[in-house]
């Protein structure tokens, strides 16, 4: 089962992608290693598992470890990146049908220097009544 979950095939694809290890001057323990991790990661996609739950002696991590990876790998790109190269794979395969791409602001940022448009004008300015604080007649006093 060790690499069902990570085939050598997805491993020669994300192992480009990955950052190197940072130095650790003062020692510490030995780093877990990426594969192992990433099978844990996986896991807990596919099964829908809380990564606290994640069996240490199953994956040879824990689940606190597989999420420092998770954020670590975020953080420099790797995803990204790695759905870029999974893109172009299956692009190159013909497997992508484009017609059914869509995108919108959030996925494409406007360009700089781009001409700015004019300023809006505003319509005439009505004050409404506020519910809470609209003036009301004076009280009288009861004979």
């Known amino acids: 089962m060790r690499h069902k979950l990570v085939t050598d095939e997805m491993w020669a694809a994300v192992a480009p992608l990955r950052p190197e290890e940072p130095p650790k001057p003062k020692g510490g323990r030995p780093r877990v290693a990426d594969r192992d991790a990433l099978r844990g990661i996986v896991f807990v996609l596919r099964s829908g ?61 406007a360009r700089r220097g781009a001409t700015r448009r004019g300023r809006t004008r505003r319509t005439v300015a009505v004050r409404a009544r506020n519910g809470i604080a609209s003036p009301t007649a004076a009280a009288r006093r009861s004979a």
Do not use: K, N, Y
């Not at 420092?68 to 190269?85: P, Y």
């Open 49 to 109: 598992l809380p990564l606290e739950t994640l069996p240490r002696e199953v994956f040879g991590c824990s689940g606190m470890t597989c999420w420092q990876r998770l954020r670590d790998w975020h953080l420099a790109g790797v995803w990204d990146r790695l759905h870029r190269v999974l893109l172009e794979r299956l692009d190159r395969a013909g497997a992508l049908d484009w017609s059914r791409a869509s995108l919108d602001a959030a996925s494409i940022g």
